[in-house]
């Protein structure tokens, strides 16, 4: 079965300090993953996805095999960062969805 | 374009009532999908379709029906309700599920079941 973990349900950090929100998948196959932005009281957006290996609002995310990871980085947090995020596995029938992590950025 | 739109933003059933949920897309996505979100759940698939005709069932199916008639809608039907529906229910569509297409959500319906 597939499987994706988010870690932290909460991160907060200083505004212009390094970011990294964890995510940990379980996936027998090629896994096709993504990173889904929801901003207060506003829908959920694509931030990223692994396959374009882009940059988006400074934000980027390495898939590492070996560890089975897909961590979401930037390095100089701002205030419009805060968010709920959620890592999210492609399959054959939809995504599957982390928990999410509430990233709080301190002014 | 309007996108995914979902109807209404806002309900309130007592324990028993039915109600369907509505879902629009007009991308001329085949891929259409309903999630639920619960705090500290993250989002879970309830019932999804590969095209008009044809849909099949999520993670959390169980008191919910859907149907596709048509490419462009997708309802979400509660049977009879229960507390433990209460839930934000979002509404999604692609190109194609999963894989690297983006998908598309709408904005939310809160469904609240005293």
């Known amino acids: 079965a597939q499987r994706v973990t988010q870690p932290e349900k909460l991160l907060s950090v200083f505004k212009g300090a390094p970011v990294e929100l964890k995510c940990n998948y379980s996936?027998?196959?090629?896994?096709?993953l993504f990173w889904y932005v929801q901003y207060s009281r506003q829908r959920l957006q694509l931030l990223l996805r692994?396959?374009s290996r882009e940059s988006i609002k400074g934000f980027t995310a390495d898939l590492n095999k070996g560890e089975t990871s897909f961590h979401l980085k930037k390095p100089f947090a701002q205030e419009e960062d805060s968010a709920m995020y959620y890592c999210?596995?492609?399959?054959?029938?939809?995504?599957?969805f982390g928990k999410g992590t509430h990233l709080i950025i301190q002014p | 374009n309007a996108g995914v739109t979902q109807t209404p933003k806002f309900q309130v059933l007592k324990t028993g009532q039915s109600m369907t949920l509505q879902c629009a897309q007009d991308m001329n996505h085949e891929y259409m999908s309903w999630y639920r979100q619960d705090p500290g759940m993250g989002l879970r698939l309830i019932h999804y379709s590969v095209g008009a005709g044809i849909t099949d069932q999520g993670e959390v199916p169980n008191g919910y029906n859907v149907s596709r008639s048509t490419t462009e809608d997708f309802p979400l039907r509660l049977l009879s309700a229960a507390p433990s529906q209460t839930s934000v229910y979002f509404c999604?569509?692609?190109?194609?599920?999963?894989?690297?297409?983006?998908?598309?959500f709408g904005p939310g319906t809160r469904l609240t079941v005293t």
């Open positions: 999210a596995l492609g399959g054959a029938d939809g995504l599957t």
């Open positions: 996936y027998s196959g090629s896994p096709e």
């Open positions: 692994h396959i």
């Open positions: 999604a569509s692609s190109f194609s599920p999963g894989s690297s297409y983006e998908q598309y």
